[in-house]
């Protein structure tokens, strides 16, 4: 794809959006939109014959719904999608299912001014078409806008070393594809396991949904973190959308922490900033893990916690969706392990077990 432009088809029953989505990917270099289609059934032929690369896709529609046709073209011709989704309860649902179903990432669109919503996520529509453009996809039965980029400074200092807090714990971050990572990693967790604390790059209205699905998978709890609750074990506990998640200590208790401070690598939450907090607050008592996602945030923080005696592990490139996040760690020696995913929470509870914690079997 290095010597021609993305071929990008946009499927979504707003006039509006298609003609909006058409100038924001016709304008870039690097893509161009080969067709726009109102529904599914008439994007069908559209992709026959124009051959896409990647796929935008309106979650809501009439006729034939998104997640319908998703399922099919999963089935039909898979390819890399990008939903286009409502800041809905029900359009988070949706979302997240459809993700299920074989989406790569998903983008919000406004309900309210719709035209000024759209140019001011150009740059990170735009930024996803490419990441989404990367991914690996399987058959199932203008330039980003300029932000200054934060380390996790901005939100607290390093002073890895100053724990002593003896319970265990995990920390895990994810991007692009980590819905369906993070999913395979708890689901095979014990339900006596340590406590979990989860970053996943997701907006505001999706991660109390992307919790509650998770809990009724889980044999462990799994919830939306609150600011200052306790962390107990048999517990996840999923950073809130646009709220960075940190791990805090009160005497011999690990606690939640949540701050809206500026975005760390771009992002609120961070994976970063949990890394970084682990390392501070838990060192050699937390585990670390890295899965898929475009960029390089979670590196660093993943880095200081394998300094301050964390066991780490970072997914391998076969299995991750998009190999950025990890392919950065482990190029940085931040991770002890690369490890399959279905592997990980396994390979995790063994070396749990090496520390002399006692679990059920997973």
Not at 76 to 87: A, C, D, E, K
Not at 149 to 177: C, H, M, N, Q
Not at 306 to 314: L, P, V
Request: aromatic share 4%; hydrophobic share 45%.
């Amino acid at each position: 794809m290095k010597n021609r432009k993305l071929k990008v088809l946009v499927i979504d029953d707003s006039a509006l959006i298609r003609s909006l989505m058409k100038v924001i990917i016709n304008r870039e270099k690097d893509m161009e939109c080969v067709g726009a289609a109102p529904d599914p059934l008439s994007a069908r032929e559209l992709i026959m014959e124009r051959n896409p690369d990647v796929l935008t896709l309106d979650v809501e529609m009439p006729g034939m719904g998104g997640l319908n046709f998703l399922e099919r073209l999963m089935r039909w011709r898979p390819m890399p999608v990008l939903m286009i989704s409502t800041l809905t309860e029900q359009g988070s649902d949706i979302t997240l299912r459809a993700l299920e179903l074989g989406a790569v990432d998903f983008i919000s669109k406004p309900k309210l001014g719709i035209a000024d919503g759209m140019e001011k996520s150009a740059g990170e529509i735009t930024e996803k078409i490419r990441a989404v453009a990367q991914a690996r996809v399987h058959k199932t039965t203008a330039a980003p806008a300029t932000q200054e980029k934060f380390s996790a400074d901005v939100i607290l200092p390093s002073v890895a070393g100053r724990y002593s807090v003896t319970e265990k714990l995990i920390v895990i971050g994810a991007s692009t594809g980590g819905t369906q990572a993070i999913k395979e990693v708890l689901v095979r967790l014990p339900a006596d396991a340590p406590g979990v604390l989860v970053t996943q790059h997701m907006p505001e209205h999706f991660t109390k949904s992307f919790a509650n699905r998770l809990d009724a998978l889980c044999k462990i709890s799994v919830k939306e973190a609150e600011h200052n609750e306790r962390i107990l074990p048999g517990h996840a506990y999923i950073a809130p959308g646009n709220s960075h998640l940190l791990l805090k200590r009160s005497g011999a208790n690990y606690l939640v922490q949540l701050d809206p401070g500026p975005l760390v690598n771009r992002h609120r939450p961070s994976v970063d900033v949990l890394f970084r907090s682990a390392a501070n607050v838990a060192g050699a008592n937390a585990t670390g893990i890295i899965l898929t996602g475009m960029g390089k945030d979670g590196m660093q923080g993943l880095l200081e916690m394998k300094q301050t005696g964390s066991f780490t592990i970072a997914q391998d490139e076969a299995t991750c969706v998009i190999f950025g996040m990890p392919k950065e760690a482990i190029a940085a020696g931040a991770a002890c392990e690369v490890v399959p995913l279905q592997n990980i929470a396994r390979r995790t509870m063994e070396n749990l077990a090496l520390a002399g914690v006692k679990t059920g079997r997973i």
